[in-house]
């Protein structure tokens, strides 16, 4: 594998289901990042992680809840989802979010998430 | 106001044209300046960045930055088929943890 990978492609929900996205990078960054896409709109930042630990969060409603294990790894905890939180979930990973670590302006985005609430 | 304007197009140009994609934005605390290109069913990947005003090239592409209008651009010469999907622009400032997204233009080059 290569890049940033994110599983599932396609999720499909309930709004009182339990479900996680998943996100894997192989590129060695420290920096991670949950973005939320919808039609039309520019993309959201909701979570960044540097080194594993939080440093942003945007607001984000608490049925989304990140997780972090280790700088490779990123996790969406998604529980009773509402229809309007169906969007593409982008996952993106960076050397560092400060400058000193590199720049983070270079992003690598993985494929995405399309979640359907039903 | 948005902090960053796109146009959102739909952008249709025929083979070989000079297309243009444009974004406003307000602060002028912004310093670095990027443009993503996203492909249908995929993710944005980075496609050019400059850093204050001035124009930097890339094979058919220049990116543009007026700092004193808040205003770039991306230009992109000859344009092929394969150059169709949504540009988006980005910006930052230098000690921000994340970038500002435009809402993107949908561009389709026709052959």
């Known amino acids: 594998e290569t890049g940033v990978t994110q599983t599932p492609r396609h999720l499909v929900m309930g709004m009182t289901n339990k479900k996680s996205l998943k996100c894997e990078q192989h590129?060695?960054?420290?920096?991670m990042y949950w973005y939320k896409q919808s039609a039309k709109k520019p993309l959201e930042l909701m979570f960044v992680?540097?080194?594993?630990?939080?440093?942003e969060n945007n607001s984000v409603p608490s049925r989304f809840s990140p997780e972090c294990p280790n700088s490779s790894h990123l996790f969406l905890h998604l529980h009773t989802l509402q229809p309007e939180d169906s969007a593409l979930y982008l996952c993106?990973?960076?050397?560092?979010?400060?400058?000193?670590?590199?720049?983070?302006?270079?992003?690598?985005f993985g494929p995405g998430t399309r979640l359907t609430v039903t | 106001q948005k902090e960053v304007e796109q146009d959102p197009g739909p952008l249709s140009v025929p083979e070989g044209a000079i297309v243009s994609l444009n974004c406003t934005y307000s602060?002028?605390?912004?310093?670095?300046f990027m443009w993503y290109r996203q492909y249908s069913r995929k993710g944005p990947e980075l496609l050019m960045y400059?850093?204050?005003?001035g124009n930097k090239e890339d094979g058919r592409f220049t990116a543009q930055v007026d700092k004193s209008s808040k205003y770039i651009s991306l230009f992109i010469r000859d344009s092929q088929p394969s150059d169709s999907a949504t540009y988006l622009c980005?910006?930052?400032?230098?000690?921000?943890?994340?970038?500002?997204f435009g809402s993107g233009t949908q561009l389709t080059v026709l052959p």
């Open positions: 590129l060695g960054h420290n920096a």
């Open positions: 400059t850093y204050s005003s």
């Open positions: 980005a910006i930052t400032s230098g000690s921000a943890r994340q970038l500002t």
């Open positions: 602060n002028s605390a912004f310093q670095y």
């Open positions: 992680y540097s080194l594993e630990e939080r440093v």
């Open positions: 993106a990973s960076s050397q560092g979010v400060k400058w000193r670590q590199g720049p983070s302006y270079e992003q690598y």
